[in-house]
């Protein structure tokens, strides 16, 4: 049998392809970007990078222009993708995965819901009273991309099933920061713009209903949304997760439709093929059965799973990167002992470190042992310990609820100095814990 010659490109952009699609590389594209940001506010240089940061942008016409600098326009703007992708995260687990009963869903949900106590906790016992205690929502929130790729750099040494756990949890911890958003980072609210939003958001959920499949309607409709949720007062980013949950998740056609017409359109380029053409340039038929092939392939796939997978590359790698560089370019203190002694950073640092192994670890002991929920196969405390560590990996959601919950630059600018060095301390426990746990199986 002959095999087909790879073209020179090939060979240049297989291992680009390869990194691109391993689980770690997103979260190692989002930590060389945090540390370019903080590397150029810090250089000679910086002066740049704040002029870079405010950059002001202007979009639309006349009285209806929104004149916002770039960091504004990547956390309201840009950032309600990411928001829009972790909604079709959470819908897809709801329907089909870890949280699709609510057997499977009660161990991740309390373990979250104790990993996002005990930091708020945490942090409000060292911030009580005044406008620092606004930041009890910074620790709770779990960076999924950074823990999930701090594991699979373990590879064999983590169960499956942990695996599977904490990317429950860190689904739940995002449903929970979704919430805490929604509900005490809301400004002045506008009713009126609210209202227009939500009915837009319901045309969207009809749509639905009434087996519209094709996309375009989705994403004019979710933009609509998000400029009146913008208007609104409540965080723009919201409508995103909101509008995940109307795209659909049904295919229009069922498996067994795709097979009897996907093997009759075979057929039929088959017998084209034998009629004598040599090449696809030559036959009249075979572009246009690649064409009706491509559109049943189309309507066997659900809109869920074609938009998640067109817009996790663009929030992989250049979405969070984007963000990270805006917002992570924190200018380092001289000394830096007296900067993590403030009271905003001790609760981060305390809620992201020790807070959330605490609430994951001690919560999900607590079901397992008392039979409500069923053990992890091949899973012992240790291993939830170092999962709870990695849960305490703030990051993304975290510097995002900063700039929610805080007006002062300067009390941002420590917040986030907290948030890095927690999460830093978190990534390197949870990493400790889980690497010196067990070998990985030898191969027989």
């Known amino acids: 049998m002959s095999v087909a010659k790879r ?38 240089l910086g002066d740049s990078y704040t002029a870079f940061r405010e950059l002001h942008l202007r979009v639309g016409v006349g009285a209806s222009t929104l004149d916002l600098s770039l960091m504004h326009w990547v956390n309201d703007g840009v950032m309600a993708v990411f928001f829009f992708v972790v909604g079709l995260e959470i819908k ?14 009660l161990l991740p949900i309390v373990a979250a819901a104790g ?9 409000l016992h060292f911030n009580q009273g005044g406008p620092l205690a606004a930041g009890w929502g910074v620790p709770i929130a779990t960076d999924i991309a950074f823990a999930l790729g701090i ?51 319901g045309l969207m959920a009809l749509a639905n209903a009434l087996g519209v499949r094709r996309t375009l309607p989705y994403l004019l409709l979710g933009c609509g949304a998000w400029l009146l949720f913008y208007f609104s007062g409540v965080h723009a980013t919201v409508s995103g997760v909101i509008a995940a949950m109307t795209i659909p998740a049904r295919p229009r056609r069922g498996a067994e439709d795709f097979l009897a017409k996907s093997r009759g359109i075979l057929k039929e380029f088959e017998r084209a093929r034998e009629e004598g053409a040599r090449g696809m340039l030559e036959s009249k038929r075979q572009p246009q059965l690649l064409l009706t092939l491509r559109e049943a392939c189309r309507d066997a796939e659900t809109p869920l799973q074609r938009l998640d997978a067109l817009l996790h590359p663009w929030v992989a790698f250049a979405i969070m990167p984007l963000f990270a560089l805006v917002n992570a370019g924190v200018l380092l203190p001289a000394d830096m002992a007296q900067a ?12 992201l470190v020790l807070g959330k192994p605490l609430g994951v670890t001690l919560s999900s002991l607590a079901l397992t042992v008392s039979g409500l929920a069923p053990k992890l196969a091949g899973v012992n405390w240790r291993h939830l310990l170092g ?27 420590s917040a986030k100095l907290g948030i890095l060095s927690g999460s830093l301390v ?10 010196g746990l067990t070998d990985p199986p030898q191969a027989r």
């Open 7 to 44: 073209a020179p490109i090939e060979y240049l952009i297989t291992p680009f392809n390869r990194f691109f699609h391993t689980s770690a590389s997103g979260g190692l594209v989002l930590l060389a970007c945090t540390a370019i940001a903080m590397l150029w506010a810090n250089s000679a």
């Open 92 to 105: 897809r687990e709801l329907l089909v995965g870890e949280l699709s009963t609510p057997r499977k869903a």
């Open 115 to 123: 990993g996002m106590l005990v930091p708020a906790v945490l942090y």
């Open 151 to 201: 594991l699979s750099l373990l590879g064999d040494r983590v169960p499956v099933s942990l695996k599977i756990f904490l990317t429950a949890v860190a689904i739940a911890d995002d449903m929970g920061a979704v919430l805490i958003i929604a509900l005490f980072y809301t400004s002045q609210l506008s009713l009126a713009h609210l209202g227009a939003g939500l009915a837009l958001l």
């Open 340 to 351: 993590i002694a403030q009271p905003v950073n001790l609760g981060i640092v305390c809620g």
């Open 387 to 413: 999962a709870g560590c990695l849960a305490g990996i703030g990051f993304t959601m975290s510097i995002f609820i900063t700039e929610l919950a805080f007006s002062d630059a300067a009390v941002k600018e």
């Open 426 to 435: 978190s990534a390197l426990l949870g990493w400790g814990v889980l690497r």
